[in-house]
């Protein structure tokens, strides 16, 4: 079994700053791309930003210059450092990866993280 654990969501005023972080667990042969996506009330979800293995990374048009993905490989984490927060990036915020696990280690699957809350309010 495989689990994605996501943290640091929250209550942040527009203009302030959040880092979020995933972590996988579980029996992990490898992991390949590890991303983060979003979804806000009523709307579909997108794509926030994704990293592979090597460290090169893409980012949707709404968050670039403002947030950047990063990951420690020998920690199985992904973060999302948040800055320039504004109202419009409120949503659920999803931690997702690619994983191969011991017991299927040439089978990559799509993996998702339960969700954190990301509000953006003065």
């Known amino acids: 079994q495989v689990q994605l654990v996501e943290s640091g969501g929250g209550l942040v005023q527009p203009g302030g700053s959040l880092r979020l972080s995933c972590a996988a667990s579980?029996?992990?042969?490898?992991?390949?791309?590890m991303g983060w996506y979003r979804q806000a009330p009523g709307k579909q979800r997108e794509l926030v930003a994704h990293?592979?293995?090597?460290?090169?990374?893409n980012s949707g048009n709404s968050v670039k210059g403002r947030f950047t993905i990063s990951r420690d490989n020998a920690k199985n984490t992904v973060y999302l450092q948040m800055n320039s927060l504004k109202p419009e990036d409120t949503a659920v915020y999803y931690c997702?990866?690619?994983?191969?696990?011991?017991?299927?280690?040439?089978?990559?699957?799509?993996?998702w993280g339960q969700g954190t809350q990301v509000t953006v309010s003065s």
């Open positions: 997702n990866a690619g994983i191969a696990t011991m017991h299927s280690p040439s089978v990559l699957q799509n993996y």
């Open positions: 579980g029996s992990i042969f490898l992991i390949n791309t």
């Open positions: 990293i592979n293995s090597v460290g090169s990374t």
